[in-house]
């Protein structure tokens, strides 16, 4: 039988994700740099019994040629945006069974730092932290704002990604033995020197030579995320992830996403169900169909074209307002997002419909409906992919996009077995992914460095 689902909640620091939707009443985006908007939120979806807040991030922002387009800033698409880690940090004291999934970027960042910020993060949430790994969007700004010289091409900044990541979990699962940490006061010893090991990594991308400062935490490695799902992104997610984040509309593709990550994981020598694949979908929930397709025509109407416009060009790289709009979508390519252009490939659509269409489709499926109509979308949803779970979609933003999921739709998922009864607690590896130990599986890559000392 299918394991209960696992259910995240899908926000970015900003004051309006996905959606664009800040101007709508429902809205509360003034208040998002505050501690008191995110504990507030999190502590609703932690009593709803959601697993974790998945947080996505953007260094950059949407670029049309040399410059960024104005109504990015003018209209908030992912700008501002903060540095979800403290926040995180922050909201650890905050709640006490929440998990906490952070992105951040292997193209921008150094594994030595990311390692260290990662497990103390572990540390601080008890072994409730998670990393989704990106190799980023929104590049032609990320490459002015870190002086980079050039966009690294789409398929070399996975490599990277592939050589940042052993070096992460060389850090993490190899540098320390278990049972160094002894602050044994009579002794006089607080870590037994023989126990903690000199990491050499002499690479393509990176050289490093030394200790690995960070005790271990709970997890030892986070719970391992990638979101991305290019031939070559499904390809590094086989060899390392233990958790996906797919954005599928269709039910067919998704179910044809699940099986082709399970094969390539398979073949990778790890079991199929070895990563747990989560789709997002996005939920408007209304007391009568009428008032819930109300409700979605509001939220689809809120943003701006030429905001939805920009939300895709920072996530494709792709400015389909430079286009001419008889331009069929099937004829473009990008060194950006493959996954979010992909998404608009291969139905006949011009520049012109995509961008119509773009405010009702951007992100995952638009589940509408009345309590009953949504538990039985999901259920069949979860049924017809084999997804393993679901981010719930950024919506009215705050605690607003939740609450009527919350209240009307979990407790019916609930008394039909499709989501666990009881709030799933442990790490947030034992509780997504099933192993019943906080530590990387056997048959996971990184578990090849533990061996080995
Ligand atoms: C569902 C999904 C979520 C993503 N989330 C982020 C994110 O939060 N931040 C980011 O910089 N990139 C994000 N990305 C893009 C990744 O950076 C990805 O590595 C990049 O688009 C290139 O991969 P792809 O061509 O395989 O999609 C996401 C991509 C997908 C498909």
Known sequence: MRRPLVLGAFEEFTPSFISNAWRSPRSDPAGFATLDHWRSLAREIEA??????????????????????????????????????PLVAALAASVDRLGFVVTA?????????????????????????????????????????????????HDRRYDRADEFVDL?????????????????????????????????????????????????????TPTLFQAGASPRGREFAARIAECVFIQERESAAAAAT???????????????????????????????????????????????????AALFLGWSGVNLLGLDPATPVDSLSTEVGQTTLAMYQGRGLTVGDALDELASTLGGPKITGTPESVADQIERLAAVTDVDGFLIEHSFGGVATYRDLIDEVLPILRRRGVVPGEPRGGTLRERLTGTPTARLPATHPGAAFRSAR
């Open 48 to 85: 709803g019994g959601f697993d974790f807040l998945f947080l996505a991030d953007a260094l950059g922002y949407p670029m049309a040629g040399e410059d960024v387009p104005e109504v990015v800033v003018r209209e908030a698409v992912q700008f501002p945006i903060h540095d979800p880690v």
């Open 105 to 153: 970027s292997t193209t921008a960042e150094q594994p030595f730092l990311l390692a260290r910020r990662f497990a103390t993060l572990d540390h601080l949430t008890a072994g409730r932290i998670g990393w989704n790994i990106v190799t980023s969007d929104m590049q032609a700004a990320l490459v002015r704002l870190l002086g980079h010289d050039d966009v690294t091409p």
């Open 168 to 220: 992460a979990l060389e850090l993490w699962e190899g540098a320390w033995s278990d049972g160094a940490v002894l602050a044994d006061k009579r002794a006089g010893v607080f870590t037994d020197p023989a126990r903690v090991h000199r990491v050499r990594h002499e690479g393509e991308f990176f050289r490093l030579d030394g200790y690995f400062p960070v005790s271990p935490s709970p997890q030892r």
């Open 258 to 308: 699940v099986r082709d990550l399970r094969d390539r994981v398979e073949r990778r020598g790890r079991p199929r169900d070895a990563v747990t694949v989560l789709n997002s979908v996005s939920v408007v929930v209304g007391s009568t169909e009428e008032e819930a397709r109300r409700l979605r025509r509001e939220l689809t109407a809120t943003p701006s074209g030429d905001a939805m």
